[in-house]
């Protein structure tokens, strides 16, 4: 059964504090792998998309990764602005659909 | 920019009425989604609609259902209404090519008394 398990499920760090959030993944065929934010009360709004195992890819203080079980969103020297949910999403199969987990709840203190 | 727009930001209905919650979107895309969103659970599909007219239940359609007359609109309707139906409800709309990056709305808020 196509599963996304995310963790930590809360992660409180400090302004300038870099960490990582994982995204672990069981899918037959991975046809790509979405990574969102969600802030409080909004709906999510679309980051990153990974299709393949060794790509990257790099937005501001956000990196996204991708290994053939799961994949990583690197922040660097966060701010207090990156609070937010993040949420790890994948293909199901050759639908448009996706399997979302239950995210991430990062908090940055100044 | 895609933008997806529903109707209410927040709603608060009493148990048995009949619940509408729109959806549109400006970016003429093929596929339009329902989800509802709680704590712990994360996002579940609700219902999915490939085409005008054209829909397909999700993981969790049991007490909705939808309707999708127009390519820029797609409804759910929770045809009566009950208490654990209270909850979050985001649409989302995609291209039918890839990289079908699905674009949310803001979400409505719908309490259930």
């Known amino acids: 059964e196509d599963q996304v398990t995310q963790s930590p499920e809360a992660l409180r760090l400090q302004e300038g504090e870099s960490s990582s959030l994982n995204c672990s993944y069981t899918?037959?065929?991975?046809?790509?792998l979405f990574w969102y934010r969600q802030d409080p009360g909004k709906g999510p709004e679309f980051l990153f998309t990974l299709y393949s195992a060794g790509e990257e890819k790099e937005k501001e203080r956000l990196k996204a990764t991708l290994t053939k079980k799961e994949s990583f969103l690197h922040i660097t020297a966060p701010k207090p602005e990156d609070s937010a949910t993040y949420l790890c999403a994948v293909k199901r199969g050759a639908t448009n659909k996706l399997i979302f987990g239950t995210g991430t709840l990062l908090a940055v203190q100044p | 920019d895609v933008k997806v727009t529903q109707s209410s930001r927040y709603l608060v209905k009493r148990t048995g009425e009949k619940v509408f919650l729109e959806c549109v979107q400006d970016?003429?895309?093929?596929?339009m989604f329902w989800y509802r969103q709680d704590p712990g659970l994360g996002l579940r599909l609700i219902y999915f609609s490939y085409d005008v007219k054209m829909k397909e239940k999700g993981d969790i359609p049991e007490g909705y259902s939808v309707s999708r007359e127009k390519k820029e609109r797609f409804s759910l309707i929770l045809e009566s209404a009950s208490t654990n139906q209270t909850s979050m409800y985001l649409c989302a709309s995609t291209r039918g090519t890839e990289p079908n990056i699905q674009y949310f709305g803001a979400g409505t808020r719908l309490s259930v008394l």
């Open positions: 970016m003429d895309h093929e596929n």
């Open positions: 899918v037959s065929g991975l046809r790509g």
